[in-house]
């Protein structure tokens, strides 16, 4: 069993809507939480950030997470077509352990039509 | 502008042929790393470097080498190529004391024949 888990997809949403993803995990140590975005042919771009549980906002994203359940969750509001893209979550258990290795879920691929 | 910068963006090559993927930041970041992105694997770290001349083997480092002689470079070395390592490859970077996530570069497909 994977330590991140993410369901690869796709999710095919119509614009405007609320795009919702999860990742759950085995990893009680994991305390920073990332999402990030990897449109095709480019790198993963960081789009949430967050440590512990709790939410977090930013525009139109929010970025939940639950350590009680090790479920986190992204969630795009008025989604728009170049919202498509592969969504990733990544987890670490503290950046500035030896390795600095994120674990990342397979990730999202999400596509907004228009 | 900062960023995280990658070449080839592209490369093929034979089985056996060495090869070095090159990376650059221009963020002043003391941690570096490699990872590759393969379909149903996702992304797994290759190795990574805490600061100049400290390099350490990630989860797959097996088949490649790097070095860090100066903090901005961090080149990925591969001495004998073989087919299963045709990958996309991406190198990142990250102010590991600031406790700041990775930036990642662009990524270079690379294609081993």
């Known amino acids: 069993q994977k330590e991140v888990e993410q369901d690869p997809g796709p999710l095919s949403v119509p614009e405007g809507a609320i795009v919702s993803l999860n990742c759950t995990y085995s990893?009680?140590?994991?305390?920073?939480f990332m999402w990030y975005r990897q449109y095709s042919r480019k790198g993963p771009e960081l789009l949430m950030y967050?440590?512990?549980?709790g939410n977090k906002e930013d525009g139109r994203f929010t970025a939940q997470v639950d350590k009680s359940s090790k479920y986190i969750s992204l969630f795009i509001r008025d989604s728009q077509p170049s919202d498509s893209a592969t969504y990733l979550c990544?987890?670490?258990?503290?950046?500035?352990?030896?390795?600095?290795?994120?674990?990342f879920g397979g990730g999202t691929r999400v596509l907004v039509k228009p | 502008e900062a960023q995280v910068t990658q070449n080839p963006r592209y490369l093929i090559t034979v089985t056996g042929k060495k090869l070095t993927v090159t990376c650059s930041q221009n963020?002043?970041?003391?941690?570096m790393s490699w990872y590759r992105q393969d379909p149903g694997l996702g992304l797994r770290q290759i190795y990574y470097?805490?600061?100049?001349?400290?390099?350490d083997k990630g989860d797959v480092p097996e088949g490649y080498k790097v070095s860090r002689k100066e903090k901005r470079n961090f080149p990925l070395i591969l001495e004998s190529p073989s087919p299963n390592q045709t990958s996309l490859y991406f190198c990142?970077?990250?102010?590991?004391?600031?406790?700041?996530?990775?930036?990642f570069g662009n990524g270079t497909r690379l294609t081993v024949t």
């Open positions: 990142a970077s990250s102010s590991w004391q600031d406790n700041s996530p990775l930036h």
């Open positions: 990893n009680s140590a994991f305390q920073y």
């Open positions: 967050t440590y512990s549980s």
């Open positions: 990544a987890m670490t258990p503290d950046f500035k352990a030896a390795g600095n290795k994120l674990t």
């Open positions: 963020m002043n970041h003391e941690y």
């Open positions: 470097s805490m600061n100049v001349e400290v390099t």
